[in-house]
């Protein structure tokens, strides 16, 4: 029983993560916490979810066309609702506002279009959702791999930091002013960065939905907890995210079994509480997120 506790936090915790290093990709370069995000996610698993069932496609060509599309969106997102208010001074808060209102009109089309009714999703082959019952142990294949694969993008997100975008993608976080005199474009930066995260959200839409199922709810859902993580791991680095998004799932996980699925959020609500006492920079320091 424990250890079905510990394969649901572990399943939980790496969408937790995979929205909070979304988060983590917008704000490092532009120091905003783009609340669309959630709902980005929510599009491109709808997006991929009727590719899917309702016209057939592979799974492999329905996540590439929904990333694209998502991350076509972002890039619009970024030129109406944030580039707007970053040129009028890059430490306002007026993207609050505007990427709320992006949120918004997301979540009105697609309900209005595509209805709320959830899509139940089948795992990508030759992955499946069906339990596999070991010793003292039930876990699908595909639970399996969304773990394996959440830790091989965060490491490899941590590495792409390590690349000359990377780098000027950090010297735009730490100093927009100075990172202009040397040459970089943060303008540039940023676009590339809302691209990337919203191709981002759409992957990480397409390995919820065999899991949650792709409805309108659920951007309102990883929202919240993917900024716990992204709040509880330290803003800006992938590495905590990666530690509190499993933190919350277990914590979740654990909360179901010994008090009840209605302690979800209040659960959650006091581990970022704890955690955020003892260290207000989260787990990882967002300073050393910051370190060029």
């Keep these: 029983m424990i250890l079905d506790v510990i394969v649901s936090g572990l399943t939980a915790g790496s969408l937790y993560c995979l929205v909070a290093v979304g988060f983590n990709i917008l704000y490092r370069p532009t120091k905003v916490f783009n609340f669309a995000q959630g709902d980005l996610v929510m599009l491109g698993s709808m997006a991929s979810a009727l590719l ?25 997102e970024e030129k109406i609702a944030v580039a707007p208010v970053l040129r009028r001074g890059g430490h306002g808060t007026g993207w609050i506002i505007t990427t709320l209102a992006v949120a918004m009109i997301i979540v009105n089309v697609v309900g209005k279009f595509w209805g709320v009714e959830p899509i139940v999703v089948p795992a990508p082959s030759p992955l499946s959702s069906d339990t596999l019952a070991f010793d003292a142990i039930n876990v699908s294949s595909y639970q399996i791999g969304l773990i394996l694969l959440t830790l091989l993008l965060v490491i490899g997100i941590d590495r792409l930091y390590r690349s000359l975008w990377g780098k000027a993608a950090l010297a735009v976080a730490e100093d927009r002013e100075a990172a202009l005199l040397r040459g970089i474009d943060p303008a540039a930066i940023s676009r590339w960065s809302f691209a990337f995260g919203g191709a981002f959200a759409a992957l990480t839409g397409y390995l919820a939905a065999p899991v949650l199922s792709a409805s309108t709810t659920l951007g309102g859902i990883l929202l919240l907890k993917g900024f716990a993580a992204a709040a509880i791991g330290g803003l800006g680095s992938n590495r905590g995210a990666l530690a509190a998004g499993y933190l919350i799932g277990l914590a979740e996980a654990a909360s179901s079994l010994w008090l009840s699925p209605g302690y979800h959020n209040a659960v959650m609500l006091v581990l970022v509480l704890v955690v955020l006492l003892a260290r207000p920079g989260g787990l990882v320091s967002s300073l050393e997120a910051r370190t060029v």
């Design 52 to 76: 899917l069932t309702r016209l057939g496609w592979h799974w492999s060509a329905a996540l590439l066309t929904s990333m694209f599309a998502v991350a076509a969106l972002a890039v619009l």
